[in-house]
Nanobody, 115 residues
Framework: QVQLVESGGGLVQAGGSLRLSCSASGSIDSNDGMAWYRQAPGRQRELVAEINSGGTTNYAHSVKGRFTISRDNAKNTVYLQMNSLKPEDTAVYYC?????????WGQGTQVTVSS
């Protein structure tokens, strides 16, 4: 079992920044991939960013150049630094542990960007 706890969401004005954190515990280690997804009201859940065990990252086109995913393996924590936020970034953001046989999801944290 893996437990994921997100934090750092909130309300911010357009152009502002937020940093999301995801603390992982349980049967997870640095060999596992991690990702952030988001879901806006009325829309499908979408991949925002992912990072593999080697540190290689991948981003959705809509956030490339504005968001940065990183991980601290010693703390079993993954981060999502979000800069130049836009109202369309408003969504619930989920941390995901990408493991060989299944993915684990956190409970989500709300990010609201006002115009």
């Amino acid at each position: 079992q893996v437990q994921l706890v997100e934090s750092g969401g909130g309300l911010v004005q357009a152009g502002g920044s937020l940093r999301l954190s995801c603390s992982a515990s349980g049967s997870i280690d640095s060999n596992d991939g991690m990702a952030w997804y988001r879901q806006a009201p009325g829309r499908q859940r979408e991949l925002v960013a992912e990072i593999n065990s080697g540190g290689t990252t991948n981003y959705a086109h809509s956030v490339k150049g504005r968001f940065t995913i990183s991980r601290d393996n010693a703390k079993n924590t993954v981060y999502l630094q979000m800069n130049s936020l836009k109202p369309e970034d408003t969504a619930v953001y989920y941390c995901v542990a990408v493991m060989p046989y299944r993915n684990y999801w956190g409970q989500g944290t709300q990010v609201t960007v006002s115009s």
